[in-house]
């Protein structure tokens, strides 16, 4: 079973790009809506905002407590779901909430760490986008708004791939796209990197074509990182690590002008 975490303000109708083809694959797809979606209208100056970040977490926590429920309510899903090999991936946002099941926490602005958010029962997971360390690295609007954007990746050591875009460049941060790269050098659970050359925050398109946030729409790019993705997880869930050696290896023989793998 595949969980998905949408980014800021998405819901369960995005991520098309990614996860039909993670489906066609023969992943179960979850996706949550959470509470910061736009069909919400909640803003920084609504009292939940605050706690957003705590509430994505715990969608995911209960969808992996009720999952007996899930199968029972959709047709066709009954014996198909994996309820002991669950892999998670998410984007921006998305990509801090999934970091949080798989061990990252948060530095409190005393300088001590935060509260553990582990979840053992997700094996493995793929960061899209994931924010940088903060701190002064933030900028100031961030710093006074978004208090978990200052993770230590120290206690992450579940494995992930980290997907990070060249020409990322958040104005939440005043470092330059390499922020997005910070789980990947920091984090003892990070296996690979996949840089993205010419990607934006959208990374080509993976909310979906045509959307307002796809500034750098490039199919080619999006259809690499879906495919990478579901090779990584898949090797994950089966413990066939074969199967991403096998796609690490094409794409470093075909994939030269659309990005790179870096490897630990």
């Known amino acids: 079973m595949l969980l998905f975490s949408h980014g800021n303000g998405w819901s369960l ?3 098309a790009p ?7 694959q023969g992943f179960v797809v979850v996706q949550p809506t959470h509470l910061d979606s736009r069909r919400h209208g909640i803003g920084l100056d609504d009292d939940r905002f605050g706690s957003i970040w ?4 715990d969608d995911l926590t209960q969808i992996l407590d009720q999952l007996d429920s899930i199968e029972a309510a959709v047709p066709g899903l009954a014996g198909r779901i994996d309820k002991n090999t669950v892999v998670a991936a998410g984007h921006s946002w998305g990509a801090q909430t999934v970091q949080m099941l798989l061990g990252a926490r948060t530095i409190e602005a005393d300088g001590s760490l935060g509260a553990d958010y582990l979840d053992e029962r997700v094996s493995a997971g793929v960061l899209l986008a994931a924010t940088g360390v903060g701190g002064e690295q933030l900028h100031p609007f961030a710093q006074a708004n978004f208090p978990f954007m200052s993770p230590s990746f120290a206690q992450l050591r579940t ?12 104005p939440l ?8 790269t910070d789980a990947f050098h920091q984090s003892p659970g990070a296996t690979d990197l996949l840089t993205l050359f010419g990607a934006e925050h959208s990374l080509g398109g993976i909310p979906g074509y045509e959307v307002a946030e796809t500034t750098d729409e490039n199919p080619e790019r999006v259809a690499v990182i879906a495919r990478l993705t579901a090779a990584y997880l898949r090797a994950a869930a089966t413990g066939d690590s074969s199967v991403w050696q096998r796609a690490r290896a094409s794409f470093a023989a075909t994939g030269t002008t659309v990005g790179r793998i870096d490897s630990v």
Do not use: C, N
Not at 18 to 24: D, E, G, H, P
Not at 54 to 57: A, E, G, L, S
Not at 173 to 180: A, I, K, T, V
């Open 13 to 15: 109708d995005g991520y």
């Open 18 to 24: 990614l996860t039909a083809y993670w489906a066609s």
């Open 54 to 57: 705590i509430r994505r977490h």
């Open 159 to 170: 494995p992930i791939l980290v997907v990070a875009g060249d020409h990322d460049q958040s």
């Open 173 to 180: 941060s005043l470092r330059g796209p390499d922020w997005f």
